[in-house]
C-alpha cells in the first residue's frame, strides 16, 4: 500500500484519561483539507477545541470501544474502521464495540478537513489514522505490561487483547489505568506487516447489525424525550416561492397542535405528536409568492438543454483537431442520451432533533456533515460552534442527501426549535422531500464519434449540458476550474477511451435552472458511466465486435479496467448460451479509484398494465477495489449499489411542471421492490494496489449494463434513463 504518509505530517497528543477506569487514545492527523481552504468558516471550525479527540477507549472490563468519525449509514464503516484499530491493537474482537464519534475538530476527515462522510471515501482515508490510533494504544499497554512484569517492553507480545511475557499474562483491561498514565509515544508506530493481518482482509461479521436485527438500534426518527414536541413544515410548492400569508387558526384548531410559526423555509406547525402536525399542516391556507421558478417545465427545460448541447461550451478536456479527426474518419456514429432528475428517496425521512439552552444546542440527527451542521447551528443560535453538540443516529439510508452545503434540514429544525423556544423534532414526510428537497441533475448529452475501418474509435466529440452541483456552494472555488465542475463530467473528461484517442474534445455547459441539486450516489459517474458505456456498445455494434472482445482490444492499456473486465466475463460465462429470451450486457467503468465490470442477463415481458418491461434476472459485478479490508462489506456494498441502481435504470425520474415536481413517492417515484431484485454475484479482484471506495462505485455501470443487454436481445438501443421499451 502507499497510503501511509510520512511520519513528519503527524502530530500526535494522547489525552490519557480514565474514562470508565479504561485508557483513552485519540490524535490528530492534518489532512489536505481540501474543503476546509474552500471555506474559511469550516476551517476555523475544525481548528478550534471541543471535546476530548479520542479514538478508542479500552475499558477495565475488557471491552474496546472504538468511536468511528464517519457515519453509518448501511455502507458497513463500523465494521471495516473497527477492524483497523483491533488488528494493531491485537485485540479480542469478541471485545469490540462501536459507537459514532461526537462532532469535533479531532474527527475531521483526513484529506476534507471536515467532519463528514461521502464520496466512498470512509475507508481508505482512515486506513493509516484508525491502525496507528490501535498501535498508540498497544504501545501504552504493552510498557505497562512490562513494567508490571518486571522485564524489558521487546520481551513483552500481545494477543487477542492480551500481554504476555513468558508465563505472565495481562488482560487489557487489567493494565488500561496503568498505560492511561504513561507518556504518549512521541513518535508513529511501526504498523504491521500485510502478511501478519489476522483481521484486515478477513471476511467479518457487521457489529451493527445484532442492534439492527433486534430493533435496538436508534435512527434520528426514534429519537424522543419528555417535553419533546413535534414539528412539520409548509414549504412553498415551487422552488424560491416565499409565504405572502397565512391563516394559523384552522391549523391550532387540530387537537394536539401548540403552535404555527413562520420559518425562513416556510410555516412550522408544531404539535405533541407527527399526526397532530400533520393534520395542522393540512388546514393551514396560505397564500403563496411563487416566484421565478413558477414556469418550470422538464420537458421546455430539455429542448433549452438540447440547443445549448449544438454550442461551444467549456472545454473540459481535448486533444489534437476533432474537427479534422472526424472528417478523415471511416463511419461516424452520432447519438443524444438523456438522465432525468433524481430524488435520493431514504427509507429513514429526513428528521431533525434540536434543543436550544441559553449556552448549549444539542442536535440529534442522521447526517453525514456533522461540521457544516455545528456551523449553522452556531450562527442560527448565535452559539460558538463548541457549544453546539450533534449526536450522529444512525442513518435509515442518505445518498448524498444528508450532506447538503447548506444542511437545510438542520437548518429549518433549528430555526423552528429556536422560534418555538422548546425542544422540537422537525419531520419530513417522504412527499415533502422528493417535492422539496436537492436532486440528481438532469443532463442531456451528445456525442459525435468517427471509427476507423477497423471500428477503432478515431475522434471523439462529446457535449454535456447539466447543472453543476457545486456550483453556489462553499466548496465551489477548489472544485470549479475554469468554468468546469468536475463532478459534473467524470468518467467523460478522464475516460480511458479517449486517452487513446488522437482527436476528441468534451464540452460542458451548466446551465441555471432554479432546481437546488446536489451529489447523488456515484455522482457525476451515475450518469456518465451509462453513456459512455452505452456508447462503447454501439461503436462495438457498428465494428461488428463482440462487446467484451472490443473493450479488450480499447482497454488494452488499462490493466485495473482489463482484469475487472476478464474477472466477470469469466464469471458471467460470457459467449455460452442462454435460455431462450434472455441475452447479456456488459459494462466497465472506473469511480472513486476502484474499477468495476458488471455483467447484467435480462429478458422483455409483459407488464401487468400492458406493454413490455425490463426483467434483470442475474446481475455478476467484478471489482477491484485495491485492499479489501471487510470482503463481505465490499460484497454487501456491490449488492446494495447495484439494487439502487437499478431502481433509477428502470424506474426513477422526477419531472417538472408549472414549477412542481410531480412526483411525490414510491409509488409514483418507483425505487426497485423486493421481488425485482435479481441474483447477484460479486467477485473481487485480488489486488495490492491503492485502496479505492465501495460505496458508490458499484451504482455507476449499471444502467449501461442492462441497457447494453436490451439491446443484446432486441436491437433496440435505449438513450434515455429510466429504459422504457418503446410500445
Not at 512484569?149 to 521487546?154: I, K, L, N, Q, T
Not at 430555526?415 to 417535492?435: I, Q
Request: aromatic share 8%; proline share 6%.
Amino acid at each position: 500500500m502507499n497510503t501511509v504518509p510520512a511520519p513528519s505530517r503527524r502530530q500526535f497528543l494522547k489525552t490519557s484519561a480514565l474514562i470508565g477506569g479504561g485508557l483513552v487514545v485519540g490524535f490528530v492527523v492534518p489532512g489536505a483539507k481540501r474543503f476546509a481552504h474552500a471555506d474559511p468558516a469550516a476551517a476555523t471550525a475544525v481548528s478550534s477545541g471541543f471535546v476530548p479527540n479520542a479514538f478508542l477507549r479500552v475499558g477495565d472490563d475488557d471491552t474496546v470501544t472504538v468511536l468511528i468519525s464517519h457515519s453509518e449509514m448501511g455502507q458497513g464503516v463500523w465494521t471495516g474502521l473497527a477492524m483497523l484499530i483491533a488488528e494493531e491493537l491485537d485485540a479480542d474482537w469478541s471485545k469490540i464495540k462501536v459507537e459514532h464519534a461526537p462532532a469535533a475538530p479531532a474527527y475531521a476527515h483526513t484529506a476534507f478537513g471536515m467532519q463528514m462522510t461521502g464520496g466512498s471515501t470512509s475507508t481508505w482515508s482512515e486506513f493509516d489514522r484508525y491502525r496507528q490510533a490501535g498501535a498508540t494504544a498497544r504501545a501504552l499497554l504493552v510498557a505497562a505490561a512490562a513494567q508490571r512484569f518486571g522485564v524489558p517492553v521487546d520481551q513483552v507480545r500481545t494477543e487477542n487483547g492480551a500481554a504476555i511475557a513468558g508465563d505472565k499474562r495481562a488482560r487489557y483491561g487489567e493494565l488500561a489505568a496503568d498505560a492511561a498514565k504513561l507518556p504518549a509515544p512521541t513518535a508513529p508506530q511501526t504498523l504491521k506487516d500485510a502478511k501478519d493481518w489476522k483481521i484486515i482482509g478477513k471476511p467479518t461479521k457487521r457489529l451493527d447489525s445484532p442492534e439492527k436485527i433486534t430493533g435496538k438500534a436508534k435512527f434520528g426518527m426514534d429519537v424522543q424525550f419528555d417535553g419533546l414536541l413535534t414539528a412539520v413544515v409548509a414549504r412553498a410548492p415551487v422552488f424560491g416561492g416565499t409565504v405572502k400569508s397565512f391563516d394559523a387558526a384552522p391549523a391550532k384548531a387540530v387537537p394536539g397542535v401548540r403552535d404555527v410559526l413562520q420559518v425562513p423555509s416556510g410555516v412550522a406547525v408544531i404539535a405533541d405528536h407527527y399526526w397532530a402536525a400533520k393534520q395542522g399542516r393540512d388546514a393551514l391556507v396560505i397564500d403563496w409568492d411563487l416566484g421565478p421558478n413558477a414556469g418550470l417545465d422538464t420537458t421546455k427545460l430539455r429542448e433549452d438543454f438540447r440547443k445549448l448541447a449544438a454550442t461551444d461550451g467549456a472545454v473540459a478536456a481535448q486533444a489534437g483537431d476533432v474537427k479534422g479527426g472526424l472528417a478523415k474518419a471511416a463511419k461516424t456514429i452520432e447519438a443524444e442520451y438523456n438522465v432525468p432528475y433524481l430524488a435520493h428517496a431514504p427509507m429513514e425521512p429526513l428528521n431533525c432533533t434540536v434543543k436550544i439552552e441559553a449556552d448549549s444546542c444539542e442536535i440529534w440527527t442522521g447526517t453525514q456533515f456533522q461540521t457544516v451542521d455545528q456551523q449553522v447551528a452556531a450562527k442560527i443560535t448565535g452559539l460558538k460552534p463548541d457549544q453546539v453538540q450533534i449526536h450522529t443516529m444512525f442513518l435509515g439510508g442518505g445518498f448524498g442527501r444528508r450532506a447538503t452545503p447548506t444542511a437545510d434540514f438542520v437548518t429549518e429544525a433549528v430555526h423552528v426549535a429556536k422560534a418555538a423556544g422548546k425542544p422540537v423534532k422537525t419531520v419530513w414526510s417522504r412527499e415533502d422531500d422528493v417535492r422539496g428537497g436537492y436532486y440528481r441533475p438532469m443532463y442531456l448529452q451528445h456525442a459525435r464519434i468517427g471509427i476507423d475501418a477497423q471500428g477503432i474509435p478515431v475522434a471523439w466529440q462529446h457535449v454535456l449540458v447539466g447543472q453543476s452541483i457545486i456550483a453556489g456552494t462553499p466548496f465551489a472555488g477548489a472544485m470549479i476550474k475554469n468554468g468546469i465542475d468536475a463532478t459534473s463530467v467524470e468518467g467523460v473528461a478522464d475516460s480511458p477511451y479517449l486517452k487513446e484517442i488522437a482527436d476528441y474534445r468534451v464540452d460542458l455547459h451548466s446551465p441555471s435552472t432554479g432546481i437546488p441539486v446536489l451529489w447523488w450516489r456515484s455522482v457525476g459517474h451515475s450518469y456518465n458511466a451509462f453513456v459512455m458505456e452505452s456508447l462503447i456498445d454501439e461503436l462495438a455494434h457498428a465494428a461488428g465486435k463482440d462487446p467484451v472482445e472490443y473493450r479488450r482490444t480499447l482497454l488494452k492499456q488499462h490493466p485495473r479496467h482489463l482484469a475487472a473486465l476478464d474477472l466477470v466475463a469469466d464469471k458471467a460465462g460470457w459467449g455460452t448460451a442462454l435460455p431462450a429470451g434472455r441475452a447479456r450486457g456488459v459494462a466497465v467503468h472506473e469511480s472513486f479509484g476502484s474499477y468495476i465490470a458488471q455483467v447484467a442477463e435480462v429478458s422483455v415481458e409483459p407488464k401487468p398494465g400492458g406493454g413490455h418491461g425490463i426483467r434483470v434476472h442475474r446481475f455478476v459485478c467484478a471489482i477491484d477495489c485495491g485492499l479489501a479490508v471487510n470482503p463481505d462489506g465490499v460484497r454487501a456494498q456491490m449488492e446494495s449499489g447495484i439494487n439502487f441502481g437499478l431502481g433509477a435504470a428502470l424506474y426513477s425520474q422526477l419531472t417538472f411542471k408549472d414549477g412542481r415536481v410531480q412526483e411525490s413517492n414510491y409509488h409514483d417515484y418507483r425505487v426497485l421492490r423486493l421481488d425485482e431484485a435479481p441474483q447477484i454475484e460479486v467477485h473481487i479482484v485480488p489486488s495490492t494496489e491503492k485502496m479505492g471506495g465501495a460505496g458508490e462505485p458499484g451504482t455507476a455501470p449499471v444502467a449501461a449494463a442492462v441497457a447494453n443487454a436490451v439491446f443484446a436481445l432486441n436491437q433496440q438501443r435505449l438513450r434515455e434513463l429510466p429504459l422504457q421499451l418503446p410500445a
